[in-house]
């Protein structure tokens, strides 16, 4: 007979934390069987150098629900979610951390949030037990995430979120973008809703966080509010920035312009001249390249893909 799926796929990318794995398999096991949940436990080892993937192979010898993913080198964790959403054959994804900073205790409680229709449920870690050099960033990263994005939630990072099925299977991740995975299922019109969870101190190991990641995912930010808004229609961005370039250019060389006209010279002003002929020559180029990028997007994607939720016939 066929394997029946479960409930509940639970996903855990970590990356040298062979102390922690245990401990936190237990409290999973805890919690889930006080729940009656039928689930099972996807780890994904990220290229750890220490015994993580030793103690991994001793809890799937151990537990049937224990499944493990490794890869050959560090590839971060946009890259683990995306070799194990394939892999989870739950109704329900549940992502966290394997630090024991995310508690196992939560994961009722964001599965009852989902049932109250939403389609991604985020954790909300609001009282954070970090040090100041993760907390700082991660506070700022948040409110421009926010800011950019029009989505009100308070932490995009959180490891800890609950997804339907169809979400996960809906999106790609790839550099840093597992950050902004609210704002992609948002942009594909799923319904996301926040939840405060309980957060610990770190117990073992050391934070992989810090202002050169944040970076990154700053940059990886602009990717997500490119292919969000104007991949279908990249002419709609750069003929927008081109017509902004172009007029300004054209108003500059009519100053110029007039100038010349009234006396006989720009009145040495040529460094004004060459500004405003790069910035019409610019102009042209923006339209132009926003020209072709739609050319390329309407070829590549003769028929426009819409996310259907539901069709009643």
């Not at 936190?24 to 689930?39: C, H, N, P, R």
């Not at 003929?239 to 006396?263: C, K, P």
């Amino acid at each position: 007979m066929p394997e029946s799926e479960p409930l509940l796929s639970i996903v855990i990318p970590l990356l040298n934390e062979e102390d922690s794995l245990r401990p936190l398999m237990s409290k999973v096991t805890e919690t889930l069987a006080e729940s009656g949940y039928d689930y099972e436990v996807i780890f994904v080892d990220d290229g750890s150098t220490d015994g993580s993937f030793s103690e991994l192979e001793k809890l799937h010898a151990e537990h049937a629900q224990v499944k493990v993913i490794r890869f050959r080198r560090n590839f971060g964790k946009a890259a683990a979610y995306s070799a194990a959403f394939p892999q989870a054959r739950g109704t329900y994804i549940v992502t966290m951390d394997a630090d024991l900073q995310d508690d196992p205790n939560e994961i009722p409680n964001l599965l009852g949030k989902l049932e109250e229709g939403f389609d991604l449920v985020s954790g909300w870690k609001r009282k954070r037990f970090d040090p100041l050099g993760k907390t700082i960033p991660s506070k700022f990263f948040n409110w421009v995430t926010g800011r950019l994005s029009g989505i009100s939630i308070h932490d995009f990072n959180c490891g800890l979120k609950a997804y339907r099925r169809e979400v996960v299977q809906d999106l790609r991740i790839y550099g840093e973008l597992h950050r902004y995975i609210p704002v992609l299922a948002h942009l594909e019109g799923y319904r996301i809703g926040e939840l405060p969870v309980q957060h610990h101190p770190r117990q073992f190991g050391v934070t992989k966080y810090g202002w050169a990641r944040m970076l990154k995912g700053f940059l990886d930010l602009l990717t997500v509010m490119y292919l969000g808004r104007y991949m279908g229609r990249p002419l709609h961005l750069f003929g927008t920035m081109g017509i902004v370039f172009g007029f300004t250019g054209l108003a500059v060389n009519a100053y110029i312009a007039s100038i010349w006209f009234r006396v006989g010279n720009i009145q040495h002003r040529h460094p004004l001249l060459f500004l405003g002929i790069l910035l019409t020559v610019l102009g042209v180029q923006f339209v132009s390249t926003g020209l072709l990028a739609d050319m390329v997007a309407r070829s590549s994607n003769p028929h426009e893909k819409y996310n259907i939720r539901q069709i009643l016939d």
